[in-house]
């Protein structure tokens, strides 16, 4: 590999670690302004998304084989040090001597002759003698050992552990870390989901019919999206498959208003206007004008007309829309902790604060769009996490104040029915992100 794509690497890497970017979204953008090829293109990916997700344990990796305390060295230099590490202990298909090669030549642009005989000292006693570095015992320490090995930081580790067991946390853990495929949702107002196949076979994508929903796909190889035709002419949307579950359990009819609370980027929000036929009135709010933006351009580009973007406190909403939905939807915000392996920065920005704290506003918007929802309509609660007090805690403690609502199974509503009353999915266990969805309907009349 050429050093500039380690050098690309090396400059996303340095904006997630210093300047607080976001992994995917720097490196979407950097790829999109570099003529690189595609094995490049694959490998600074790995190289970023790696080092990234392996951060706290590269760290550990590190105080094995340097002298000097990690907080103490440039910023650039202990993430060539990292990146280099990364591939001397986890990319087996990089030989250890151009790992470290190659990060000296980028000791030498960034850095001065002292960092360079420095960066070269380090990775050669790593590569001589990876056996200095020694996990944990798993049974004396299980969480330490586990947050090493699968890089998720130990607090986590630590409540999986108390809640599912090893072998099931471990499981989950390998989950968070596997590559997932590409998942996308047919537009079938524009194709039938055999007829997307066939076009994204045309193009480069082996896709095949996802097992869990009717509209979706599941891609293992593909180009670069910006080159498929078929997204830019609107035939299908980016979704993960979980996530494409919840409008079948909001089950919109041709006709009605359906509110989607915190709407933006507009997955669940234009799968809605989809099942309905882009016939009657989708209200899509968020807080912030720019994510709603992206809401409209894929409603546009979908050929969906019945999309309305509005910008809104979404625990205000019965402040303006009292009574007057049919449906509404609060994908809530929430820790992430299932979609971990989308994000794999996301992890090291999370906390066990978060979820003391996110179910107070996840109450509050809830109870507000609950007062949205007319007498026999629908009120459906989701989230991208697992953990029960963002789920069945914020939808139980909801309940038990509201006469008028009452609980129905999510998972008789799936396209695939589940036993589940409300519905937690897994990635270790339904190899789709992690997903809870619930359904409340309204009484026409008091109890």
Known sequence: ????????????????????????IALARELGRRPLSDQDRRFVTELVYGTVKAGATLDWLLGHYCSRPLAKIDPVIRNILR???????????????????QAVELAKKHG???????????????????????????DKEPARYLALKYFHPEWLVERWLARLGFEACEALLAADNATPPLSLRTNTLRISRDDLLVRLADEGAAG????????????????????????QE??????????????????????????????????????????????????STDLY?????????????????IIETKVFDATKLDTAYASQADRVLVDAPCSGLGVLRRKPDSRWRKSASMLRDLPVLQAAILAS??????????LVYSTCTTE?????????????????????????????????????????????????????????EPV
């Open 208 to 231: 095949e019919p996802s097992r869990w929903t009717p509209e979706g796909v599941v891609c293992r190889e593909y180009p670069a999206l910006a080159r498929l035709a078929s997204l």
């Open 1 to 24: 590999m050429a050093v500039d794509a380690r050098d690309v690497a090396l400059k996303i890497i340095n904006e997630v670690d210093t300047g607080g970017a976001y992994a995917n």
């Open 234 to 283: 609107g035939l299908f949307q980016v979704q993960d498959e979980s996530s494409m579950l919840v409008a079948h359990v909001v089950g919109p009819q041709p006709g009605e208003f359906v509110i989607d609370a915190c709407g933006a980027p507009g997955g669940k929000s234009t799968h809605l206007a989809a099942l309905m036929g882009n016939r009657g009135r989708v209200l």
């Open 112 to 138: 001065h002759a002292g960092t360079v005989k420095f960066v070269n000292a380090v990775l050669r006693s790593a590569a001589r003698d990876p056996g200095k570095a020694v996990y944990p015992d798993a």
């Open 83 to 101: 990146m280099g590490v990364y591939q001397i202990f986890f990319l087996s298909r990089v030989p250890v001597s151009a790992a470290c090669n």
């Open 289 to 305: 004008e720019h994510k709603l933006k992206l809401t409209a351009e894929n409603a546009v580009r979908l050929g969906l007309g």
């Open 388 to 444: 029960p007090e963002e789920n069945e805690a914020v939808v139980r403690a909801f309940l038990a104040g509201r006469d008028d609502f009452a609980l129905v199974s999510a998972g008789a509503l799936l396209p695939v029915p589940r036993a589940e009353e409300m519905v937690q999915l897994w990635p270790h266990v339904d190899g789709v992100d992690g997903f809870f969805i619930a359904r409340m309907e309204r009484r026409r």
């Open 369 to 378: 769009a609950a007062a949205c929802v007319k007498p026999g309509g629908v």
